[in-house]
């Protein structure tokens, strides 16, 4: 089991930016599914970001915005948020799986999960 840890939330003006971490437990390889989601209330969990090997995939609502990546010495996977809006406040959460459809934006296709951290725009 993997555990997430993820950090770097709080509450920022429209337009500034924030970075977020999301630490794992044990090492996780490049060849793994490892994403950021986010939550708002009332509303369902939606994928934001993915990142698996080389490749990255983005949300229409943050492309050009935010930016995933991985620190693979670290084991740890960073969300850049830039330019944020009130429309991005949610629960943030990281996500890891083993599985293919990295991609698929779903909260179905991902297995372990961090405890989520708290962005706030105003």
Known sequence: HVQLVESGGGSVQ???????????SVYISSSYCMGWFR????????GVAAIVS??????????????????N???????????????DTAMYYCAADIGWRCFSG???????????????VS
């Open 54 to 71: 080389g490749s990255t995939s983005y949300a229409d609502s943050v492309k050009g915005r935010f930016t995933i990546s991985k620190d």
């Open 106 to 120: 779903l909260r179905q296709d991902y297995n372990n999960w961090g405890q989520g951290t708290q962005v706030t």
């Open 14 to 24: 429209a337009g500034g930016s924030l970075r977020l971490s999301c630490a794992a």
């Open 39 to 46: 939550q708002a209330p009332g509303k369902e969990r939606e």
């Open 73 to 87: 010495a670290k084991d740890t996977l960073y969300l850049q948020m830039n330019s944020l809006k009130p429309e």
